[in-house]
T-cell receptor
């Protein structure tokens, strides 16, 4: 199976930076995904890492270390609309099974 | 590009009744997933199809849940009979072989 761990909740101030960590254990790794989910809505894709290193996309960046089974999502210049749950997901090679962590609820305060 | 379509959006049933959910994935996406998301938790994979074949259904409660994907396109997920603990949002997602998964809006099921 796949064990995916991420913090339950984080709170930050508008304009600040927040880093959400995700650790995983899996056999046959084929990529790590971050999704954003606002309350009552479906998850939407944010970023994807399959090789080690940092992927930057506007205010959001995601980092992966395959040897450590570790990723983080960095949210910069936080806005109120960034208040949401952030889901870390791992995909397996061959069967493309996509498993999610429990999600991290980020609350942005003024 | 049209997204993943799901229906109904909401459903309230009594325990021991049956219910079915429908999903139409994005055209050309070979992989289709059904997830169960209980309030405050991450999505839990119930079943994964590759075209019309089942890739993984290890977490599907097969005594009450069933799913099929006809002709490798649309899919239905059925619960019979429903229990109170089945109250959740049922999310359908589809993906191309190497891309990321797109999610539908989900069906919110309440079992009373």
């Amino acid at each position: 199976g796949q064990n995916i761990d991420q913090p339950t909740e984080m709170t930050a101030t508008e304009g600040a930076i927040v880093q959400i960590n995700c650790t995983y254990q899996t056999s046959g790794f084929n990529g790590l995904f971050w999704y954003q989910q606002h309350a009552g809505e479906a998850p939407t894709f944010l970023s994807y890492n399959v090789l080690d290193g940092l992927e930057e996309k506007g205010r959001f960046s995601s980092f992966l270390s395959r040897s450590k089974g570790y990723s983080y999502l960095l949210l910069k210049e936080l806005q109120m609309k960034d208040s949401a749950s952030y889901l870390c997901a791992v995909r397996k090679v061959n069967d493309y099974k996509l498993s999610f962590g429990a999600g991290t609820t980020v609350t942005v305060r003024a | 590009e049209a997204g993943v379509a799901q229906s109904p959006r909401y459903k309230i049933i009594e325990k021991r009744q049956s219910v079915a959910f429908w999903c139409n994935p994005i055209s050309g996406h070979a992989t289709l997933y059904w997830y169960q998301q209980i309030l405050g938790q991450g999505p839990k994979l119930l079943i994964q199809f590759q075209n019309n074949g089942v890739v993984d259904d290890s977490q599907l409660p097969k005594d009450r849940f069933s799913a099929e994907r006809l002709k490798g396109v649309d899919s239905t997920l059925k619960i019979q009979p429903a229990k109170l603990e089945d109250s959740a949002v049922y999310l359908c997602a589809s993906s191309p072989e190497q891309g990321y998964a797109f999610f539908g809006q989900g069906t919110r099921l309440t079992v009373v």
